[in-house]
């Protein structure tokens, strides 16, 4: 059977885990192949992650075949790999609606479903919300297993190993899957990986393999004894000290393909008590030769089509304007040019965040800390300390994971670190989890920092400039995709801090616009005949300007793409309250709610921020 087929009559048949765990041994791998051409086909009509989904189709399989989902728990790390889970567990009518508004998530999510036990989206959580359920289980006196899926990518971050150090002490029934497919999103860096790496190519493993094979090709039942525990053998003889000196009972690697081998595997784990770690190799895009040939540019995917691909690099998306990580990435190579003391630094994020041309021209300032968000900043600092001049890229989500690096390494000591945040505000598809909705809320309260967003390409490119110059920590803070469609001047020129503009001059309204607000407050003025500001900076905020607008108009409008709690609004009405001001002031911006996944420009819409939006509240302010 081809391992893309449009049909799909064993797969159809499967309604839940139970449906899963009737089947024979023997069906399993036709169930895998059935499940891994849904899967292409699904994603590619929906868009969505598909090598990292590819890649498990058969470890989702023995799992669900060997545990009593959901009674035991599996804890998946990150989540961009349970499509096939979803599908093994009631979902996969919901594949049509992935990730669009009112459909299913792209991540597990505990209100979706009760075979998602613990939410994510971010990397490196599933060891340490699997112990907790592991020791809750022995407290509750419930005889359950509890199983962390994790990849290798996520192993680089200290929480992975933080849980591990923890584990490996307590008495707990705790299983680690670590899906080793020598992949994150961008390419894999670091100790650890070049650790795992070794486990596989070692000498002592192979010249071990090699000799015992030798000695038993003539002892046909030896052979067959030895085929029978060659996965524990391997245990025995590849080097898994790490884990072990933490406590676990380290067994691999093993192929994470062979479905028969998980099975067998899983189930001699399954009896076994105290922490264990299992290592499984498996390959990204497994079974899509265009996937597994570039799992990068398969990783997250827009619509293609199957037999052609994705045409033009472009991750099923078509080439449209240029975008803010665009307009970063050209700018953080024109800069490097002008100056030596630039350094960028990436929390494995080359890609998403528009490294791949400076790490190629700049590979000695270029610096992938892998997914070590903590790490990075800090790291960021020692530079910094040294006299030069890093630049973080990162997006507004996985900044939340070192806030305090920020606070006490980086504002305390007022080091001159710059942040380029990406996908701030709504980002759509990947939803709640990955919504840079806060960080003009935490960043404005942090003394020393310097917060500015930019209301089209062009002026991207001037604040970007500007942050730089600045001998302070600063953040810019731009959203995912493109703007307004301004054209940025080649030019390294900077903006005068803290002060912002006049866009438009109206009457009895001004709207102070922040960011990517400016394009539909525009709009919006146009409709009321309204001031509109282009404010630029969050902090310091143009305090000239708010009083200047407060004492010649009747009603101030905020607006940001942004949590209303602590946000700009926020710091404008401070601003008015500060000086004695009493013009009214009208605050849009994201509500007190986590916005779920669905396409960016209907959420803004629904949450009243685009142009129709601005105009309908401010005008039933007025009435």
Not at 38 to 64: C, M, P, Q, R, Y
Not at 74 to 83: K, N, R
Not at 237 to 264: K, R
């Amino acid at each position: 059977m081809s391992p893309f087929t449009s049909e799909t009559p064993l797969l159809d048949t499967i309604n839940d885990p139970a449906d899963v765990r009737a089947l024979g041994r023997d069906q399993l791998p036709q169930l895998a192949d059935e499940l891994r051409s849904f899967l292409l086909d699904s994603v590619a009509k929906t868009g969505g992650h598909l090598s990292s989904n590819l890649g498990t189709v058969e470890l989702t399989i023995a799992l669900h075949y060997v545990y009593n989902t959901p009674e035991d728990r599996l804890v998946w790390d990150v989540g961009h790999q349970t499509y096939g889970h979803k599908i093994l567990t009631g979902r996969r009518a919901g594949m049509a609606r992935l990730r669009m508004q009112d459909g299913i998530s792209g991540f597990p999510r505990r209100a979706e479903s009760e075979y998602d036990t613990f939410g994510v989206g971010h990397s490196s959580t599933s060891i340490s919300a699997a112990l907790g359920m592991a020791v809750a289980a022995k407290a509750k006196g419930e005889d359950r297993s509890v199983v962390a899926i994790i990849g290798d990518g996520a192993m680089t971050a200290g929480q992975a190993f933080e849980a591990l150090n923890n584990a490996g002490v307590m008495d707990a029934n705790l299983l680690v899957i670590l899906n080793d497919n020598d992949m994150s999103i961008s390419q894999p860096v670091g100790a650890l990986n070049k650790y795992l790496a070794r486990l596989l190519s070692g000498r002592t493993y192979n010249a071990a393999r090699r000799a015992g094979e030798k000695v038993l090709s003539g002892m046909p039942s030896m052979l067959e004894f030895a085929n029978k525990v060659e996965e524990h053998v391997k245990g025995l003889i590849t080097p898994g000290t790490l884990f072990e000196e933490m406590g676990f009972n380290y067994i691999g690697p093993i192929d994470g393909h062979d479905v028969s081998a998980l099975v067998s595997m899983l189930q001699n784990l399954k009896k076994l008590k105290g922490p264990q770690f299992l290592h499984v190799i498996t390959r990204k895009g497994q079974g899509y030769k265009l996937a597994e040939n570039d799992p990068i540019l398969y990783h997250g995917v827009g619509k293609f089509d199957t037999k052609d691909g994705i045409v033009g690099g472009s991750s099923g998306k078509s080439p449209g304007k240029l975008t803010y990580t665009q307009v970063f990435s050209d700018w953080l190579c024109d800069m490097a040019a002008s100056d030596a003391r630039l350094m960028g630094i990436t929390p494995a994020m080359r890609e998403g965040s528009g490294l791949v041309r400076f790490a190629a021209e700049y590979p000695d300032r270029y610096f992938d800390v892998a997914i070590a968000e903590q790490h990075a900043l800090t790291f960021a600092g020692g530079l910094a300390c040294e006299g030069l001049k890093p630049v973080v890229a990162i997006y507004s989500t996985f900044l939340q994971r070192a806030y305090d690096q920020l606070i006490h390494d980086i504002a305390l000591q007022n080091l001159p670190v710059m942040l380029a945040i990406d996908r701030g505000g709504l980002v759509g598809a990947d939803g709640g989890t990955h919504n840079g909705a806060f960080d003009l809320s935490f960043l404005t309260c942090i003394p020393n920092m310097v917060v500015m967003a930019p209301a089209d390409e062009a002026e991207c490119r001037r604040m970007l400039t500007t942050a730089y110059r600045i001998d302070g920590p600063t953040a810019v803070r731009y959203p995912r995709g493109s703007g307004p469609g301004t054209v940025p001047d080649p030019a390294l020129d900077t903006l005068p801090v803290g002060k912002g503009e006049i866009r438009r001059q109206g009457k009895r309204v001004a709207i102070l616009a922040f960011g990517s607000m400016v394009a539909p407050a525009l709009q919006a003025g146009e409709t009321l005949d309204a001031t509109v500001a282009n404010m630029r900076f969050i902090k310091p905020l143009d305090h000239d300007l708010v009083r200047e607008l407060a004492q010649s108009h009747d009603l101030l409008v905020s607006v940001e793409e942004n949590a209303l709690i602590g946000g700009a609004g926020s710091e404008v009405a401070r601003s008015l309250e500060d000086r004695g001001l009493k013009t009214p002031l009208l605050r849009l911006g994201l509500p007190d709610e986590f916005i779920e996944h669905g396409d960016a420009p209907n959420l803004l819409a629904q949450h009243g921020l685009d142009s129709a939006g601005i105009v309908a509240t401010i005008s039933k302010a007025l009435n």
